[in-house]
């Protein structure tokens, strides 16, 4: 695994340029198949699959962060680099994202594993047989790691890579309000705001008043799954409650000056604890840019797929994910 050397140290430049960095991949060589996967009576979620070509080493799920998609940039970048190394890739897509507003009862949350539980186990009715790594990216890399812990002991997963993951939701929650991150917050409100208005459950006139992701958390999603209210929402659903239970091998990739997800956050024990956990922290990188100064650009990219091929190529068990 090579080290990191940053081409922008300031961590909100390396935000914003990863994001609009142009990917040009020729993909024709790997067609997408779409698939609306039924997970309960009234959610259906959309997964985009494409194939290596020859014969596949693994499969890699890849799950989106807050109001993404299978077109991020890191999804189009990741999926590139697993195709090449010989990976089937799914883009699990979160209820209603993806144009799916109108296939689902309600938004989806940063700890809901149940859609992508039902998935792999019709991935896994398929007969392939093949190790299966989920390489999280913000709010999807919570959902990886929250589910790798549920399933403990397991043949379900073979491994996951969480990347900028808001471990302890309540405390990136109150980050995101700080001063310096407004013009973030604002942009993700306004979208989540327009996803929850698509699906034609909630009216405009209880959200235009929700201001930060707190106000739609104890508003809109507290609510629509039981949640007495924001807290009780981020307390039993961040990852880190679950990371004890991780038996699989996991990498956690955080940058220090991450502006979306305060550090501290890392110094929790149960991560140094758990011989299944490796956390690779970097001085910089901001929060999914990682962009490198030299070489492959997209550095956490080559380290997700490096993960996956030591899981696949070497039979990594947990206690020497280290």
């Not at 296939?103 to 992508?116: I, N, P, S, V």
Request: net charge neutral.
């Amino acid at each position: 695994m090579r080290p990191f050397e940053p081409l922008f140290r300031n961590p909100h430049i390396a935000t914003v340029v990863a994001n609009f960095w142009p990917r040009k991949y020729d993909y024709s060589a790997y067609p997408m198949v779409d698939r609306l996967i039924r997970t309960d009576a009234d959610t259906q979620v959309l997964v985009q699959t494409q194939f290596p070509q020859g014969t596949a080493v693994g499969e890699i799920v890849l799950l989106h962060g807050l109001e993404g998609g299978g077109g991020a940039g890191y999804c189009v970048s990741t999926a590139w680099h697993a195709l090449e190394r010989g990976f089937i890739v799914h883009r699990f897509h979160m209820r209603t994202c993806g144009g799916t507003e109108h296939l689902c009862k309600t938004l989806y949350h940063a700890g809901l594993t149940g859609d992508l539980r039902e998935f792999l186990r019709q991935n896994a009715a398929e007969g392939r047989e093949l190790p299966v790594i989920l390489v999280g990216y913000s709010l999807g890399g919570n959902v990886g790691l929250k589910l790798a812990g549920e399933l403990g002991e397991t043949d379900v997963i073979a491994g996951v890579c969480a990347i900028s993951t808001p471990i302890d939701l309540g405390a990136c929650a109150r980050r995101m309000r700080d001063k310096d991150n407004i013009i973030y917050e604002r942009r993700f409100v306004k979208r989540m705001k327009a996803r929850v208005l698509a699906t034609g459950r909630i009216p405009a006139e209880t959200l235009m008043p929700l201001q930060t992701i707190y106000d739609i958390d104890e508003y809109v999603t507290a609510p629509s799954f039981g949640f007495r209210n924001a807290e009780h929402y981020y307390e039993t659903q961040s990852s880190k409650v679950f990371l004890p239970q991780i038996r699989v091998p996991a990498l956690l990739v955080q940058s220090r000056d991450d502006t979306f997800i305060p550090f501290e956050i890392f110094h929790n024990p149960v991560i140094s604890a758990n011989p299944n956990i490796r956390l690779l922290a970097t001085e910089h990188g901001g929060h999914l840019g990682f962009l490198a100064k030299e070489g492959q650009r997209f550095w956490m990219v080559d380290v997700a797929m490096d993960f996956a091929e030591k899981v696949v190529g070497t039979g990594l068990s947990a206690s020497s994910s280290r």
